[in-house]
């Protein structure tokens, strides 16, 4: 049976334990190994130590399950290049042919000279240490042949492996009672490995699972990080130094303890001399070699912190990628297997990072806000490619440490990223939230040229409609930024951001099918729920990451495909077997027509609330956003080949951005942080450098029906009351504004004398109506005109601006 680490049978004291050790070892020596162990139990009864004999051979396995050994596993950037390293042990495993001979020799000249000889243990030397034992019983000899320590550091290993770190302990155990009966364990594994495998398989098995030194194991880790070179390059100097190692790896380790490392080397090369794997010549010589005159210590930082040296400001990427393997089922069926198999399985993993971009992503939003910016205010960035989701870059201004010490500018948490994955819960991304108002409202057949009042007003839940009904009547008195709007068309209302503007479009629609919309672009909030549906979330109330927006409105960039963001491109095991990855499931989540006319009404924002940043030399579009007391500010833009989205705050309050000084700039009195003032120049400084000399295309041209509407025939009011006019205008499509001086006219005082656009024009559907109202008096007669006007069947053909006046400013 293979063996469990704790089936250990029952317990005996040392005398007994010794006595069965040195029967068996005097058995073995006279009749064999095999004698040994079919005799061991009768000698057992005569000298009173049955109950040892049942414990070490009936209950003990004849069968070792060897596993396959922990490897360190490799993650790597986009371009092959190595971001970091992950292990429980840090090995690489390799076959006995990469293995310089001179090395084998070396670990058989010191570990077991009769290795070839014996059939997994060596009688001889069991019983001239058993009988030191019992001379000595202060200090235990050991006799273990090298398969006996292959049998041990395997045990230990699977022990590790399931958790059973009693077990472990146990397998380790070299004094007493216990440290007897592991030997015979170990004695009666070895005989049975011996029966069944070969002794190069072994010796490569020992040479892969020992440890050289503090956190080296295995032969290839330990002549890279020593020597700089593979094992299968090693001379007989180095082989001798690492031969010694294993006997005490902290003891003998070359580089903490380069004196006593040398003298055990020296040992070593006395053995390899004695046994002929040297010459005297070579022996002389390399004693008087300084070891330190050997090494050439190729120290590496384990894990994520790693990552900065390699690509700036990678920590955070790496992070994200280590938690992906976490969560994940396609890598385990528990977070306890995913994390072994991360630190245990000798993965490669290839990300989609690209390290170009990295670089210039991390500098820049750096350089928006230093680390050591005084004013604490910190600022991330991520980057994903439309149409497949990849995450090529993810930044912010601070260091990335995971230690439990921590000074300012340094953290483990990822600003970019959804709590489960390392961040710090998102954050209200403001006006940013609004084009997924704008696309429902398209998908409802609306236009961008239709009208929209953007008045400051209180409001009220009751006049937004959620999954078919009319909210609570509980008011709610939203702002503008900057004054009042006006009626203005939706385009305008994008260009500026007007807060009343936009809500005055969700009036229209149903607050259902807009959070909807954004959840089929894969909007959620940090913490994984869906978007609310309550009025203010028009303008941006949940925390969402930065990565979540730069997803979503990577979907207008590809022309309405929604892929999720992924980190990962392959992975492959420690045999070089491919594994399942987190797929990014690209899906049409727009028609092209919608992702058109949001492209054509985000590209106008460096003429709205982002004019004075400066614009890149190709095709963009995007976003503003600010809270309300300018906690966060946001900027999420794209090309049709890259999207960012930067984020810009206090990461764990809500700190108004006000009266206050960033990166050496005074924002006050009365000045404040808007997305324009460090988010969008960090993103243009961004994406201008990382699109330097790419051929960046075009957006897909905006539909006549997206742009201006289905041309509706305006009905004739002239004559009526405000009340019926007002009815009957709404009734088709429109708005009315009625204008404040009235006009003498035939119709009677209080009704309809003229209409702009007039009666059966063709104009947008939802465009307002601009109607004047007769004061009772006959017109005057105008001698230019034919004919009076406000005549009802003869209504006012005149113009005027039907958008009824400019646009006003919302919280860009």
Same mark, same amino acid.
């Given at each position: ?261 040398? &003298?055990?080397?020296? %040992?070593?090369?006395? !053995?390899?001399?004695? @046994?002929?794997? *040297?010459? $005297? +010549? =070579?022996?002389? /010589? #390399? ?57 245990? &399985?000798?993965?490669? %993993?290839?990300?989609? !990072?690209?390290?170009? @971009?990295?670089? *210039?992503? $991390? +500098? =820049?939003?750096? /350089? #928006? ?444």
């Amino acid at each position: 049976m293979a063996y469990s680490p704790r089936a250990r049978g029952r317990q005996v004291n040392a005398f007994q334990a010794l006595a069965l050790l040195v029967s068996f070892a005097l058995i073995a020596g006279v009749g064999g190994v095999l004698a040994g162990a079919m005799v061991l139990p009768a000698v057992a009864v005569v000298t009173g130590t049955t109950n040892v004999a049942v414990t070490a051979f009936d209950n003990l396995p004849t069968e070792l399950a060897v596993k396959a050994l922990s490897e360190k596993s490799t993650m790597l950037a986009a371009d092959g290049s190595v971001l970091a390293t992950f292990y429980a042990e840090n090995r690489v495993v390799v076959p006995l042919t990469a293995i310089a001979p001179i090395m084998q020799n070396a670990v058989i000249a010191t570990e077991d000279k009769r290795f070839y000889a014996h059939g997994g243990i060596d009688p001889a030397g069991m019983l001239r240490a058993g009988v030191r034992n019992v001379l000595s019983p202060g200090g235990q000899q050991g006799a273990s042949t090298l398969t006996q320590q292959y049998v041990k550091n395997t045990l230990i290993e699977a022990a590790l492996r399931s958790g059973d770190y009693a077990a472990a302990a146990a397998a380790r155990e070299a004094t007493g009672a216990e440290g007897y009966s592991r030997k015979l364990r170990e004695a009666k594994l070895a005989i049975a490995l011996e029966k069944t495998t070969p002794k190069q398989t072994i010796l490569e098995g020992y040479l892969n699972i020992a440890q050289f030194g503090i956190n080296i194991y295995g032969i290839e880790t330990a002549a890279n990080h020593y020597f700089g070179k593979h094992a299968s390059e090693l001379n007989y100097i180095e082989g001798a130094t690492l031969a010694g190692v294993t006997n005490s790896p902290t003891a003998f380790d070359p580089v903490k303890n380069p004196a006593d490392s040398q &003298g055990r080397r020296n %040992i070593v090369l006395r !053995l390899m001399q004695e @046994q002929g794997y *040297i010459t $005297d +010549a =070579e022996y002389t /010589a #390399g004693i008087a070699t300084p070891i330190a005159d050997t090494l050439h210590v190729q120290n590496s930082k384990v894990g994520c912190m790693a990552a900065g040296d390699v690509v700036p400001g990678s920590g955070y990427f790496c992070d994200y990628v280590t938690k992906v393997v976490a969560s994940d089922p396609a890598f385990g069926a528990t977070p306890r297997d995913r994390v072994d198999l991360l630190y245990r &399985g000798g993965l490669t %993993i290839t990300t989609t !990072l690209d390290p170009h @971009q990295q670089a *210039i992503a $991390d +500098a =820049e939003v750096k /350089a #928006g806000i230093p680390v050591d910016d005084p004013s604490g205010v910190a600022s991330a960035i991520s980057v994903v490619e439309p149409g497949s989701g990849k995450i090529t870059a993810m930044a912010q201004n601070r260091n990335y440490t995971a230690t439990l010490s921590q000074v300012a500018g340094e953290t483990a948490v990822n600003y970019n990223t959804d709590k489960a994955y390392g961040g710090s819960g998102g954050f209200q991304p403001g006006s940013t939230f609004k084009p997924f108002t704008l696309v429902e409202w398209l998908k409802q057949g609306h236009s961008l040229n239709e009208m929209v009042d953007g008045t400051k007003k209180p409001l009220n839940e009751n006049m937004f409609t959620t999954c078919g009904a009319k909210g609570t009547n509980k008011a709610y008195t939203p702002s503008n930024s900057e004054g009042n709007g006006h009626l203005m068309t939706v385009l305008q209302a994008t260009m500026n951001s007007v807060n009343l503007a936009y809500l005055d479009m969700a009036r229209q629609l149903d607050m259902c099918n807009i959070m909807a919309g954004a959840k089929d672009l894969g909007v959620h909030t940090a913490t994984g729920a869906d978007p609310s549906t309550n009025a203010a979330n028009v303008i941006g109330t949940d925390t969402v990451a930065p990565l979540t927006m730069a997803a979503a409105f990577a979907t207008f960039a590809s022309g309405g495909t929604y892929c999720a963001p992924i980190a990962i491109t392959s992975v492959r095991d420690a045999n070089g077997k491919e594994l399942a990855v987190p797929q990014a499931g690209c899906r049409q989540a727009l028609e092209p027509r919608i992702a058109n006319a949001v492209n054509y009404a985000l590209s106008n924002v460096w003429k709205g609330t982002a004019k004075g940043v400066p614009e890149p030399p190709f095709t963009t579009a995007g976003k503003t956003g600010t809270t309300d007391l300018n906690e966060e500010t946001w900027f999420v833009g794209y090309t049709p080949i890259l999207t960012a989205a930067v984020w810009v705050g206090f990461p764990n309050t809500y700190t108004a951005m006000q009266n206050m000084t960033i990166n050496g700039k005074r924002y006050y009195p009365n000045h404040q942080v808007f997305g324009a003032s460090i988010a969008a120049p960090t993103w243009s400084r961004f994406m201008t450098q990382a699109l330097a000399g790419v051929s960046v295309p075009s957006f897909g041209a905006v539909g006549t029906l997206e742009l201006n509407g289905l041309p509706v025939s305006v009905p004739n009011v002239v004559g009526q009351s405000v009340d019926a006019a007002t009815a009957t205008l709404k009734g088709a499509g429109f708005r009315i504004s009625v204008a404040p001086d009235q006009v003498g006219s035939s119709v009677p005082a209080g009704s309809v004398a003229t209409q702009s656009p007039g009666a059966f024009s063709k104009v947008t559907k939802g465009s307002s109506i601009t109607v004047q109202l007769s004061n009772g008096q006959p017109p005057a007669a105008d001698p230019n005109q034919p004919g009076q006007p406000g005549q009802p069947g003869q209504p006012n053909q005149g113009g005027g601006n039907p958008g009824g006046g400019g646009p006003g400013n919302g919280k860009p």
